[in-house]
Structure formats: C-alpha cells, structure tokens
C-alpha cells in the first residue's frame, strides 16, 4: 500500500504538549474568571441541523461546512458544523425553557467551523470560548460582560488592551442620517466591520459597488471619524443622530452602561465608544463590544458580542434578551505568545522517577515512591522509554525541563531512602523514604 503523506487540510492547526500546556493554562483561567461572576458550563454538539445554523434565512451567505455520513445513500445535508456557539446557546435555551429558568448565565468552550479563507489569526476550524447572559434586559448585564472581559485579560497577564463598544441601534440610524435605502443597511455594516482590516478606500469602494452615493459615503465617513472616547463620544454622535428615537436610545443604552462601568470599577483606558464597530452577525440588536490589543492592532479583535434579543424568537414563540461575548481562543494563543506573555513548559510533571535497576525489588520500589508522590497531588513520572542507564534517564528529563529526579537503585531500596537529584543546579541530597513527599513539595514550591 502507498504511503500516505502526514499533513493536516488547509486552515487547520495541530497543538503539540508544549504549546497545549500553555493553552490549558489559558483556557484555566477563563474559566475560573467566568466562573468567578456566576455563570455556569454548558456544551452542545459540533453540529446542528442546517435550519438551525442558517434561522432559515434563504440569503444566508456565512460559509460553512456540511456533514454527509460516509457511505450514505441518503441526503444527509441537512446537518453542519456549528459556525459559532451563540446559535446553539439559542436553541438550548428554547428546547430547555423550563430546566433554564427566567434567568441563564452560562459559558461555554467549543470548536467552531467556518469555511472562510485561512489567514493570519484566522482558521477553518478553532475554538471559541464564550460567555452570555440570557434573559436580562438590564444594562448591568451589558456592563457585566465588559467586566469579565476586562478581569480575564488582566488575569492573563494582559494590561494594554480596551473594550470598543457601540450599539447597533446608533448604526441603524445610518440609512436616515446618510442618505441611503435601508435595506443595504446590514450590507453596509458589514462593509464597515472591515475596517479594522481593511483601509478607508478598499471600503468606500465596496459601499460604491453596494450603489451608495459619494454623498451617502461623505456621510458615512464623518460618522465614522467621530473620535473613540467615553462620554464625550456620546455627545457628538448625538448631534449627528438624533433625528432618529432608535438612535437616541441606543445612545441612552451606552450611557447606562458607561455608569454601570463605573460603578463597577472599570477603569476608563480599557472601554471606549467607538461608533465604527458594527460586527458582521445581523442577529445583534444592541450594544456590541470588540477588544483589541493596544500592542497588536494587526491582529484584529481578540473578543467579540454583544446583545441579541431577538435570536432565541426564531426557534420558539418566546422573546428572550440576551448579551454575551466570545474570545477567539486561538488568535488570543497567538497574540499572547507574540507579546511574550505565556510561559514555556515543556512537561506538566516537575519530577521523574528514573527506573534503571534491573532487580524486580528496586522496580517495584520505584513504582511505590511514584504511587507516593502522586497520590500526594505532585505531578510525578515514572521513566518508561527505552534508556536503560541512569545517565541517559536524566537526559530525558533535561529534555523536558523537569526540576528533580528521584533516584533509587538496589542500595538506596536496602536503605528505604532515594537520591533527590536539582537537575539545573546538578546537586544531590539523600532523603528518607518516609520524608520524600513533604521534601519534594517543598524544593518544588520554592
């Protein structure tokens, strides 16, 4: 048989155990700094049944992928691979309205799938970690979601990054205030959500394709170089918008939770208002929130939602308000391993156990000292590879960055101690069996 050439399909990404262990320790605290508000783990399958994904919508354009079982005379594409997690939490929270409850807050970590073009921070398949609260009307639940966002990136490590908000009901104004048909509204705000990618020009020149008049686009461009800022933005959006009672709601919304912000201790240089945020989803319908990375400004939005109160109406007859954001797990690998934020571990296990006697008593030994450890919550492995001397054995562990070896021949079993070697300082101590536990926590804690 031929042999077949190892490589992954385009826009897909392999994590060896380096790098996952700094994945998982990411993936840790966002979970603990979700946890620490209150919401609570959901999961959901990869897959969903294509009128689910797509809300029915016969102009759905989002590329996605669609699953066919293997060998299946039947038409099987009625089912896909989630493109997001916030569809699902929808259709949850319809089919399980009476286990839920009024109120949900839930978070959720998944891989989601989307047939676009693979670029930098981009992928075809990559997980999202997601965080909403379902049910609440209350701008507090706006402001509480920028609050998680800003206590995860602080419990990363990350201090230059701001929360940019908006509200799509200021952006829905757009059509009366610049002068264009509003059914190319949501086509426009989708040209608009480039601009953290795209320039000014590769835009404007959509919207002209799209048929928008040079004095609709004039009108546009001065909304949108309305400078970022708290309160004072809200001020001047004001002025341009405020023919329109949809606007001045939206801006009634950010400034609640501006107060709410406030109140909540969130510093002003992390948020800011930035009307030029539109996010791309049509299912938002008020505040959304995109956060950047002060130092990486390339690499796009690293967290991304908003409110969606109309999203769960479309899989049952109720009106359920909603707010939520999603981190990009992968590109916030990236870009934390870019601005050197994550620390290197080649091996979660910080002492090696070698096994080199022959003697079946010294290996029975070794295993006991192992089981030892272990069961005292000290991450410990027993050298299994094909080395067969001592010096080779701490090669291994060299190798993997590991802090101690426990060394145990015939004479240290007929003396019940072992030989607790500091690899990187190349000293050694003898320590009673019976005392290899507290002295192995205590040289790793220090």
């Known amino acids: 048989m031929e042999m077949i050439k190892p490589q992954l399909p385009s826009g897909f ?41 797509t809300g029915g919508d016969p102009n759905f354009t989002k590329q996605i992928y669609l699953v066919k079982k293997s060998g299946s005379k039947e038409d099987d594409t009625d089912i896909a691979l989630r493109f997001d997690l916030t569809v699902p939490l929808a259709r949850v929270v319809a089919q399980y309205r009476n286990e839920i409850g009024g109120l949900f807050k839930r978070y959720q970590l998944g891989r989601v799938f989307r047939g676009e073009r693979p670029q930098k921070g981009r992928f075809n398949g990559f997980y999202q970690f997601d965080v909403d609260t379902v049910g609440s009307k209350d701008k507090t639940s706006d402001a509480e979601i920028v609050a998680v966002i800003y206590t995860t990136m602080k419990k990363l490590g990350v201090d230059d990054f ?3 908000i908006n509200n799509r009901k200021i952006l829905n104004a757009l059509p009366e205030f610049a002068g264009f048909e509003n059914d190319l509204n949501t086509d426009v705000l989708r040209a608009i959500d480039k601009l953290d990618k795209q320039s000014w020009d590769s835009v404007s020149g ?16 001065k909304f949108l170089d309305i400078p970022r800022g708290n309160e004072e933005a809200l001020d001047q959006v004001f002025d341009l918008v405020k023919a329109s009672e949809n606007a001045v709601q939206g801006i009634k919304e950010l400034r609640e939770i501006a107060e709410n912000l406030f109140a909540l201790g969130i510093p002003k240089e992390n948020w800011v208002f930035d009307f030029s945020v539109a996010r791309g989803l049509g299912y938002y319908t008020g505040p959304v929130f995109e956060t950047m990375l002060t130092k990486l400004p390339s690499i796009g939005s690293i967290c991304s939602g908003g409110r969606y109160d109309d999203l769960v109406s479309k899989f049952s007859n109720m009106s359920v308000p909603a707010v939520g954001t999603s981190i990009g797990v992968d590109r916030l690998f990236d870009a934390l391993k870019e601005l050197g934020i994550l620390k290197k571990e080649k091996s979660i296990a910080k002492v090696l156990v070698l096994n080199f006697e022959n003697n079946p008593k010294a290996r029975i030994y070794v295993q006991e000292i192992t089981s030892l450890l272990r069961a005292n919550n000290i991450p410990t492995e027993l050298y299994l590879g094909k080395e067969k001397g001592m010096g080779g054995q701490l090669k291994y562990a060299e190798k993997l960055e590991m802090q101690y070896a426990i060394i145990a021949g015939m004479s240290e079993v007929e003396k019940n101690i072992v030989q607790l070697k500091d690899i990187m300082n190349r000293t050694q101590e003898e320590v009673d069996k019976s005392e290899i536990v507290a002295k192995v926590r205590s040289v790793i804690s220090s």
């Open 162 to 164: 701001f929360v940019r």
């Open 13 to 53: 990404k392999d994590y060896l155990p380096e790098e996952m262990i700094q994945r998982n320790k990411i993936l840790d605290t966002i979970r603990a700094s979700f946890e620490l508000f209150g919401f609570l783990p959901l999961e959901t399958p990869e897959v969903e049944r294509l009128e689910i994904l």
């Open 206 to 221: 959509e919207l002209t394709t799209m048929g928008i008049s040079t004095g609709a686009i004039e009108a546009i461009k």
